[in-house]
């Protein structure tokens, strides 16, 4: 089951560290999170690949019947170089939006402080405001 997420990990082969980080918060991910992503056909987890003065384009799954919503995370390549505890945080916040199809959680309705509480809860906190 859990290795079937681990796919999702090979498009990112030639940003290792990146690569290394999503791995990690993969892993860390409860049973009921992997369970609902890997039973959806539509999610993916893929790259920005934004290029300067151009933009970016992302293709993404159709809605299926059974779902309303077609999931996606995109991650920026500049992750891998971003400080360990940020890169970790913005994975783990953005597979929580995903898993919350960008709605609340428990009695959290701001989609924001609700993606942070579920990371939070998988170990990855939001690290203090910092300038890098
Ligand atoms: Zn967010």
């Not at 019947?65 to 919503?69: A, G, P, S």
């Given at each position: ?40 056909s539509t999610f993916q ?14 293709f993404m799954s159709l809605p299926t ?5 077609s999931r996606c ?60």
């Open positions: 089951m859990r290795s079937v997420l681990q796919n999702h990990v090979a498009s990112f082969e030639h940003l290792p560290r990146l690569s290394a980080r999503l791995s990690l918060v993969l892993r860390a991910l409860p049973e009921e999170i992997v369970e609902d992503f890997v039973a959806d987890i893929t790259l920005e690949n934004y290029r300067p003065g151009k933009g970016s384009q992302l019947h059974r779902e309303h919503v995370v995109v991650l920026r390549s500049k992750l891998d170089q971003a400080p360990e505890d940020f890169a970790l945080y913005i994975i783990a916040h953005e597979l929580a939006h995903a898993f919350l199809r960008n709605g609340g959680w428990k009695d959290i309705e701001d989609a924001e402080h609700a993606a942070d509480a579920l990371a939070l809860s998988w170990g990855f906190p939001k690290p203090k405001l910092r300038w890098f």
